[in-house]
């Protein structure tokens, strides 16, 4: 069965939620160690904003830290309640957006890894979302965000990769860049996610994606112009050293004064 295309980008449906737990499983992916380093130190609530199924919400979880997460996707976020439920935590979860979610609750840090960020394609929402992060962290409070490197647009964007499901699936995605907006410093991408089963295609799934990508001097007057303070950026995970001009992530650090 053939789903009409999504009208709405960034959506991470069925599929793409399934896909995600197979190509990053918990605790496999080089950033969980960095955070779960970085974040042993805090004391008090952890939100992470965009948690997906618990990739890195679930190893801090496991160790000892109070967090709690949103996403706009009801597939990730119902894969995120299976997993905490399986290992015996029940988090706060909620199904939100970057661009109004509202807590009550002031928050000792902030993260958002993996590039997440980058789904926001829009400069002026970006900067709503930075001022909202800020609002909800407490006094001190730390910001923590993975940016993907600006370089990731001059890539070809266009792939094809597979996995075997649980049940014997195999389930693949074909990825093609339709638009690259050099000014707006923004690509999409038509994904296309598909099922098959005893060599038959059984379901597929159309789902357009958008990002935006930022410069590492942009990124932190941006993070200056929503409040923050104590701005730092390293590259590749590796605290010890500056960006370089090849990292595929960059991880910036902010306070709220």
Not at 6 to 21: F, H, K, L, S, V
Not at 85 to 104: I, K, N, V
Request: proline letters at 4%.
């Amino acid at each position: 069965m053939f789903s009409s295309p999504n009208t709405t980008t960034n959506r991470y449906g069925a599929i793409a939620a399934e896909i995600y737990d197979l190509d990053k499983p918990i605790g496999s992916m080089p950033d969980t160690a960095f955070h779960l380093e970085r974040f042993a130190a805090i004391d008090g609530p952890i939100l992470e904003p965009a948690c997906g199924s618990g990739r890195t919400l679930l190893p801090l979880l496991e160790a000892g830290r109070d967090v709690a997460g949103f996403d706009a996707s009801a597939e990730m976020l119902d894969r995120c309640k299976a997993l905490c439920a399986e290992r015996g935590f029940a988090p706060d979860l909620s199904l939100q957006r970057f661009e109004d979610f509202t807590y009550q609750t002031a928050f000792a840090a902030i993260l958002v890894p993996a590039g997440s960020f980058t789904l926001i394609d829009d400069f002026v929402v970006a900067m709503e979302v930075l001022r909202r992060f800020h609002a909800h962290l407490a006094p001190g409070g730390l910001l923590t965000i993975d940016i993907q490197s600006l370089a990731t647009l001059a890539a070809s964007g266009e792939g094809r990769r597979s996995w075997t499901a649980d049940n014997g699936d195999l389930l693949t995605i074909e990825a093609r860049r339709v638009t690259t907006d050099w000014l707006a410093q923004r690509e999409t991408s038509h994904l296309r996610y598909d099922r098959w089963r005893d060599n038959r295609l059984i379901e597929s799934q159309l789902e357009p994606m958008t990002q935006r990508y930022w410069g590492r001097d942009e990124f932190a007057l941006a993070l200056g112009a929503a409040g923050f303070s104590n701005i730092s950026v390293v590259g590749g995970y590796d605290r010890r050293r500056a960006p370089r001009a090849n990292d595929r992530v960059l991880t910036f650090e902010a306070t709220r004064a």
